[in-house]
């Protein structure tokens, strides 16, 4: 008999841990399942399926324009007028920049500007505005000339003119403007008899005069 009873008490005590473990269970269940329902986002209800058209939000000033507005506005710098014009009333070119032979020298070298036949006394005219950087009138070899400063690192130089009486350094200059006349030739071009010896520089490095001239037939 008394085995019995401690068996009967060994189930009960097994039930009874048993039906706490389950009350532990449901407890920690329905916990979890009160806190995800109250987090979980609601599912639309069909009132904001796309994003809010704002296209009557105030305009901030960053908005991009419309690309097919042609009044928009150009970025670019412009100016009235930047295209080069003839240093001469003739476009006659005797030589190029190109390596050719120097008859005054007697070699071959590279001539870094471009000549324009013309006679003593022939109008020598500015090719763009700007500003007269320097004017040479009594060079020891007879090479005369005057350099007037552009914009963008532009220079050109007019060699072999008698420059206009009173022009100075830093004087402006517009296009077309008379800065001075051909005169006699002298130092490296003599040979060549009088003509005007134009050049250009771009940041302080000799350039093609007719790459913004473009007057040689290509």
Do not use: W
């Amino acid at each position: 008999m008394a085995e019995n009873k401690k068996s009967k008490k060994k189930v009960l005590l097994y039930y009874l841990i048993l039906a706490a473990c389950l009350l532990v269970i449901a407890a920690v269940t329905v916990t979890v399942v009160l806190t995800v329902g109250r987090n979980k986002t609601p599912l639309s209800d069909g009132t904001q399926t796309e994003k809010p058209d704002d296209t009557n939000k105030p305009d901030d000033g960053n908005k991009p324009d419309n690309p097919d507005d042609t009044d928009k506005p150009d970025d670019k710098p412009t100016t009235s007028d930047d295209k080069f014009r003839l240093p001469v009333d003739q476009s006659n070119v005797t030589c190029g920049y190109e390596f050719t032979y120097d008859k005054t020298l007697d070699r071959y070298s590279v001539h870094r500007g471009m000549d324009f036949e013309g006679k003593a006394g022939d109008n020598v005219y500015a090719t763009l505005d700007g500003t007269v950087k320097a004017v040479v009138t009594k060079h020891v070899i007879n090479e005369n000339y005057v350099t007037i400063q552009h914009a963008n690192g532009l220079t050109s130089t007019y060699k072999y003119i008698d420059a206009k009486e009173g022009l100075k350094v830093g004087d402006t200059v517009k296009k077309g403007d008379v800065i001075g006349t051909i005169s006699l030739a002298g130092g490296m071009e003599l040979s060549q008899g009088a003509h005007l010896h134009y050049e250009m520089t771009l940041n302080g490095k000799y350039v093609d005069p007719d790459t913004y001239l473009d007057i040689i037939e290509k």
